[in-house]
């Protein structure tokens, strides 16, 4: 496992035990980079924050009638990363991903800042990425830089293309992006439409649009959640989703294609720990949820 010895190895495990990377289906590792935030720097704290926070919640999922504990993870540690150069860190995020799916394992990524859902778009193929953010993230450039936080979808469509591309829980976005999405057929749900209907039928709407799709990565930045419910991360924007509506869409859309996930953009300095127990949360219901397909 050659492209693993990026990963630095640590003692605080997600859940609070580490499965035998051979008997777990799950293979989770931390990117803690932030080095193109422009607002609230700091989710590069993200991954060590929802490990501590992962310890102190239980563990049952009420929606999947399953114990956590049943499933577990494999927890890497955290990615090596080069701070000041996305560039390299996305290339070791490729590395990564490319060979925990190769092993056959489904590979959990917490940062972090949402670039480095990059590295899953350049080292996997055939693959419909589902964004669940508050921003498009599609400028073609962010203060001359074209690898920032809020052109990384953009970057991801040059890699997998506009119609393996779905933004979910929008709401914040500029002209630029706006006219690109129209002009490139980007399929989006906004929040104002999530938050005027039922999360299950967004969800089962979502779900009619994948099902010719092969396989499936999720993407979270916390950010999509209203700031009430996730107030620590490096962009909030009012009028979001509740944490239910969230994990009733993901509920509904995740079957045997689901290729791996991640939680991004939790940034602890800026709240009293409420985001990063929000996000352990959400990735032990997505396990839980995804154990009864793979």
Known sequence: MRSLLYINHQQKFFGGF??????????????????????????????????????????????????????????????????GDCNETIRRVSE?????????????????????????AKSLKDITILSFDAHFDMRYEYLSNKLSHACIMRRIIEEIGSENTIVVGVRAACKEEIEFVKNNNIYFISSKQINMNSAKNIGLILKEKLKNKKKIYISIDMDVLDPSYAPGVGNPEPEGISVSALLDIIEEVIDDRILGFDVVEVTPLYDNGITSIVASKIIYEICCIASRFI
Do not use: C, Q
């Open 18 to 83: 580490n499965k035998n990377f051979s008997d777990s289906k799950f293979v989770l590792f931390g990117v803690p980079f932030d080095s193109t935030s422009s607002y609230r720097p700091g989710s590069r704290f993200g991954p060590s924050a929802i490990r501590e926070a992962s310890v102190n919640i239980e563990t049952w999922s009420w929606r999947s009638n399953n114990d956590f504990e049943n499933i577990g993870t494999h927890d890497l540690g955290d990615l090596a990363i080069v701070h």
């Open 96 to 120: 990564v991903i490319k060979e925990i799916v190769n092993l056959k394992k489904i590979p959990i990524m917490i940062g972090g800042e949402h670039t480095i859902t990059l590295g899953v």
